[in-house]
């Protein structure tokens, strides 16, 4: 019987070494493209991004500093006021009562080239005026026109019939309701009959405003001492804020029209008892902030430092060697300066 040859068993085929490095080589050919894909789409995500925050956190923080400025110099014009230093209930004291004081004196800078704001004003419901004191019956009570505008919880300030130079206010409170057509205050001032009461209210603001590590911070001379740069008194209002810029809104026509003759940074000289009439010239602020992303770039995306309508006399600098590797967005405007007296009141046709 014969036997059938037997054929040979066919080898196994499988994936060759040099298939395996093909594919190995398109697998990571893909993930560079995709990676690359990824990386340049989280770059315009965190581009966009961070231009967003920066336009958020720029109007949030000028909303606020002109919630302040609005508000300044209310209760605060009357000339036995006015550039006058005031020392409030805590000791601390406010260099110069004005309604806006552009990097005043005794106040700590923030950020190189950068300005601090003083911002003052009250809320009383008395009239800004004031009420006469017709009496002073003893050395801590006054006979006062209007004693029922007053209430325990405001703040007051007592002036006496001559306005001296230089001169020093006290910020006070009362000792009880107003009585008998009496006021009984906690801080006496002597010889203040025919004097003026100026009621502020139970929370008048003396804030100033700085940017102080990139971030625009507030300090309130009622709570703190603004004097010290300590960042305990200094409370933060926004972050990534990189610059703040001011300068006042003079009028400057003889006489004066309430309209802007000059911007620049010169804040008048308390030289003499009647120099409180160059603060009333004073009828706006042009303002400046400069926000930036959270996040640096990988690149540099900014060439230099914006600019602003104040430039030459106030420039941006942003500084820091990574200043150009941020997105920054500019804020720009100019406040009036409401309670700021007009130019037909009478009390004030001499300025």
């Given at each position: 019987?014969?036997?059938?040859?037997?054929?040979?068993?066919?080898?196994?085929?499988?994936?060759?070494?040099?298939?395996?490095?093909?594919?190995?080589?398109?697998?990571?050919?893909?993930?560079?493209?995709?990676?690359?894909?990824?990386?340049?789409?989280?770059?315009?995500?965190?581009?966009?991004?961070?231009?967003?925050?920066?336009?958020?956190?720029?109007?949030?923080?000028?909303?606020?500093?002109?919630?302040?400025?609005?508000?300044?110099?209310?209760?605060?014009?009357?000339?036995?006021?006015?550039?006058?230093?005031?020392?409030?209930?805590?000791?601390?004291?406010?260099?110069?009562?004005?309604?806006?004081?552009?990097?005043?004196?005794?106040?700590?800078?923030?950020?190189?080239?950068?300005d601090v704001l003083l911002v003052s004003y009250g809320?009383?419901?008395?009239?800004?005026?004031?009420?006469?004191?017709?009496?002073?019956?003893?050395?801590?009570?006054?006979?006062?026109?209007?004693?029922?505008?007053?209430?325990?919880?405001?703040?007051?300030?007592?002036?006496?019939?001559?306005?001296?130079?230089?001169?020093?206010?006290?910020?006070?409170?009362?000792?009880?309701?107003?009585?008998?057509?009496?006021?009984?205050?906690?801080?006496?001032?002597?010889?203040?009959?025919?004097?003026?009461?100026?009621?502020?209210?139970?929370?008048?603001?003396?804030?100033?405003?700085?940017?102080?590590?990139?971030?625009?911070?507030?300090?309130?001379?009622?709570?703190?001492?603004?004097?010290?740069?300590?960042?305990?008194?200094?409370?933060?209002?926004?972050?990534?804020?990189?610059?703040?810029?001011?300068?006042?809104?003079?009028?400057?026509?003889?006489?004066?029209?309430?309209?802007?003759?000059?911007?620049?940074?010169?804040?008048?000289t308390m030289s003499a008892a009647t120099s409180w009439?160059?603060?009333?010239?004073?009828?706006?602020?042009?303002?400046?902030?400069v926000a930036r992303n959270r996040q640096p770039e990988?690149?540099?995306?900014?060439?230099?430092?914006?600019?602003?309508?104040?430039?030459?006399?106030?420039?941006?600098?942003?500084?820091?060697?990574?200043?150009?590797?941020?997105?920054?967005?500019?804020?720009?405007?100019?406040?009036?300066?409401?309670?700021?007296?007009?130019?037909?009141?009478?009390?004030?046709?001499?300025?």
């Amino acid at each position: 019987m014969m036997r059938r040859p037997t054929l040979p068993l066919l080898r196994a085929r499988g994936v060759s070494l040099i298939e395996l490095l093909v594919g190995i080589v398109v697998a990571m050919a893909a993930v560079l493209v995709i990676m690359q894909m990824f990386r340049m789409a989280e770059g315009m995500r965190r581009s966009t991004a961070g231009g967003d925050d920066a336009q958020t956190t720029g109007a949030i923080a000028l909303s606020l500093l002109q919630r302040d400025l609005r508000q300044a110099g209310q209760g605060l014009m009357n000339p036995q006021m006015l550039g006058c230093a005031l020392t409030l209930p805590n000791t601390n004291t406010v260099p110069l009562l004005a309604p806006l004081l552009i990097n005043p004196a005794g106040i700590p800078a923030g950020d190189a080239n950068t300005d601090v704001l003083l911002v003052s004003y009250g809320a009383g419901d008395s009239s800004p005026e004031g009420s006469l004191i017709s009496a002073q019956p003893t050395a801590t009570s006054y006979a006062v026109t209007a004693p029922l505008s007053f209430q325990v919880t405001d703040r007051i300030i007592i002036t006496t019939p001559t306005r001296a130079f230089p001169c020093t206010l006290n910020l006070t409170g009362l000792t009880a309701a107003p009585a008998g057509g009496l006021i009984s205050v906690q801080t006496a001032v002597a010889s203040a009959s025919n004097g003026v009461v100026f009621n502020l209210g139970p929370a008048p603001r003396f804030i100033a405003y700085a940017v102080r590590g990139a971030r625009l911070t507030a300090c309130d001379f009622m709570a703190q001492n603004c004097t010290s740069s300590d960042a305990a008194n200094w409370t933060e209002v926004a972050d990534n804020i990189v610059s703040l810029r001011a300068l006042y809104a003079q009028d400057t026509a003889a006489p004066r029209n309430g309209r802007v003759g000059v911007y620049n940074q010169t804040t008048p000289t308390m030289s003499a008892a009647t120099s409180w009439c160059a603060l009333t010239r004073i009828v706006g602020v042009s303002l400046t902030l400069v926000a930036r992303n959270r996040q640096p770039e990988k690149d540099n995306v900014a060439a230099s430092a914006p600019t602003w309508s104040g430039q030459a006399s106030a420039p941006i600098s942003l500084g820091g060697s990574d200043a150009t590797k941020y997105r920054y967005k500019t804020f720009e405007t100019t406040i009036p300066l409401r309670n700021t007296p007009g130019a037909n009141e009478p009390a004030f046709l001499s300025c």
